[in-house]
């Protein structure tokens, strides 16, 4: 049975961080392969990037092991990709990957108690370290899970897409096929933005 670890979030963009992040799950024999799925609008996260550029920009930057996935993206809630799943590769078995300063209101979820029958991979991050994880987990009575070995990642997406037009300060973050594509439809936006004002005059 393929073990394929489950990598849910906005991407927006994709960085070296979460590349790192996948490649170590498969590198320290935890799944098999990683699947990312660029997941739409939390309620903290506004104004996303369409799916089809972060999807496009997460397979310019995918390597050996990682899956870019184009078909669960649309779905709310991460129980809900996992029952699907379930419904669609009963052959595979799935685990969640997600960041320790996830933990401490998991329990605030849609539907955790069933994400609790997965295994879980989790990094410590943040105050998380391995120590909570190993109380929070105790706190849920669950034993199936694992924890990543991986050093501190301070790369955010929020960094990048707020130093844009600064490379020398993001180059170490982000691929530059990545970069390349950001810029691309930053022109877009400002050809549109420039486009829509001279019909405007003009009307």
């Known amino acids: 049975m393929n073990?394929?670890?489950i990598y849910c979030g906005s991407f927006d963009p994709v960085h070296k961080?979460?590349?790192a992040?996948?490649?170590a799950c498969v590198e320290q024999d935890l799944v098999d392969e990683v699947w990312i799925i660029a997941t739409g609008a939390y309620w903290d996260k506004n104004?996303?990037?369409p799916f089809s550029e972060r999807i496009a920009m997460l397979k310019m930057a995918a390597k050996e092991g990682i899956v870019i996935d184009e078909t669960y993206n649309e779905l709310p809630y991460t129980y809900q990709i996992f029952e699907q799943l379930e419904n669609d590769h009963p052959d595979k078995r799935f685990s969640l990957i997600l960041g320790g300063d996830n933990l401490p209101r998991f329990d605030q979820w849609r539907n955790y108690e069933y994400l609790?029958?997965?295994d879980f991979i989790?990094?410590?991050r943040g105050e998380i370290?391995?120590?909570e994880v190993k109380e929070i987990m105790k706190k849920f009575n669950k034993e199936n899970y694992a924890i990543l070995?991986?050093?501190p990642i301070a790369i955010s997406s929020t960094f990048i897409r707020e130093h844009l037009h600064d490379y020398e300060a993001i180059k170490d973050m982000i691929d530059k096929k990545v970069y390349d594509h950001l810029i691309g439809m930053e022109r877009k936006k400002e050809y549109a933005t420039r486009d829509h004002k001279s019909a405007s005059s003009a009307g």
Request: no cysteine; charged share 35%; net charge neutral.
């Open 122 to 124: 989790i990094l410590p």
């Open 21 to 23: 992040i996948a490649r």
């Open 47 to 49: 104004d996303l990037t």
């Open 116 to 118: 609790l029958n997965f």
């Open 17 to 19: 961080g979460h590349i």
């Open 149 to 151: 070995k991986l050093e």
């Open 3 to 5: 073990r394929i670890g």
């Open 129 to 131: 370290d391995e120590k």
